[in-house]
């Protein structure tokens, strides 16, 4: 079985700061993650993905993820976070070719 | 914007109903999934399509059923709507090669509303 926990069901941050929006997973085997965004009435966008390699993963808009075997997590992480990063961000866990299993989200909240 | 196109964007639909919703994956890709997400909820996996053959099922019943057509489209159909079936349902697409499925790539989602 395969599964993931986002601790966090809202992420408040003020604008310029840095984000980190948490996920950790379960899964037999070696793990492929996604980050994903919702942003209102909309469907999930794809950010980035973690398959093999380097452990720090950088995606869209200037996302990136780290995994961390040891700990089973990868959050999600920008630098600098922009008002207009506000949406519902969704961690994802995989093994091979099965499904993916999506955490419940987290709301990222970006003070002006 | 992907290239993953889904029909129609709203629906309201009477308990009882059955209802089709559609999808047009991006090109190059052969594999359709459809998710349900109920309100404050992550997407629940409902089924996969490869190559027009139900190729995985979440834990939903058998009213809930799909197709895949040669150019890689799909239906989703849904019988005996309950008040339950309330949510956003997405379709996703991605390219099954070598074992491996890449990231799915999702469409805007139809809204269905059971009244």
């Known amino acids: 079985a395969q599964s993931v926990a986002q601790p966090e069901d809202q992420v408040n941050v003020a604008e310029g700061n840095p984000l980190t929006v948490k996920c950790t997973y379960s899964?037999?085997?070696?793990?492929?993650l996604f980050w994903y965004v919702q942003y209102p009435n909309r469907g999930l966008q794809f950010l980035l993905k973690?398959?093999?390699?380097?452990?720090l993963v950088k995606g869209s808009y200037g996302f990136e993820a780290e995994f961390n075997k040891s700990q089973t997590s990868f959050h999600l992480k920008k630098p600098s976070a922009l008002v207009s990063d506000s949406a519902l961000y969704f961690c994802?866990?995989?093994?091979?070719?099965?499904?993916?299993?999506f955490g419940r989200g987290t709301s990222l909240i970006v003070h002006p | 914007e992907t290239g993953v196109t889904q029909s129609p964007t709203h629906l309201i639909k009477t308990r009882g109903q059955q209802v089709t919703l559609r999808c047009s994956s991006q090109?190059?890709?052969?594999?359709v999934s459809w998710y349900q997400q109920a309100l404050g909820q992550g997407p629940q996996f409902i089924f996969q399509?490869?190559?027009?053959?139900?190729?995985g099922r979440g834990n939903f019943p058998p009213r809930f059923s799909g197709l895949q057509f040669p150019n890689y489209s799909s239906e989703l159909n849904v019988n005996a709507l309950e008040l339950d079936d309330s949510a956003l349902y997405l379709c996703?697409?991605?390219?099954?090669?070598?074992?491996?499925?890449?990231?799915?790539?999702f469409g805007q989602g139809t809204r269905l509303t059971v009244v």
């Open positions: 996703a697409s991605s390219s099954h090669k070598q074992g491996m499925n890449t990231e799915a790539f």
């Open positions: 899964v037999s085997g070696n793990p492929y």
């Open positions: 090109s190059g890709h052969n594999t």
């Open positions: 994802a866990v995989k093994r091979g070719s099965y499904i993916p299993t």
């Open positions: 399509y490869y190559r027009e053959e139900e190729n």
């Open positions: 973690y398959i093999t390699g380097d452990n």
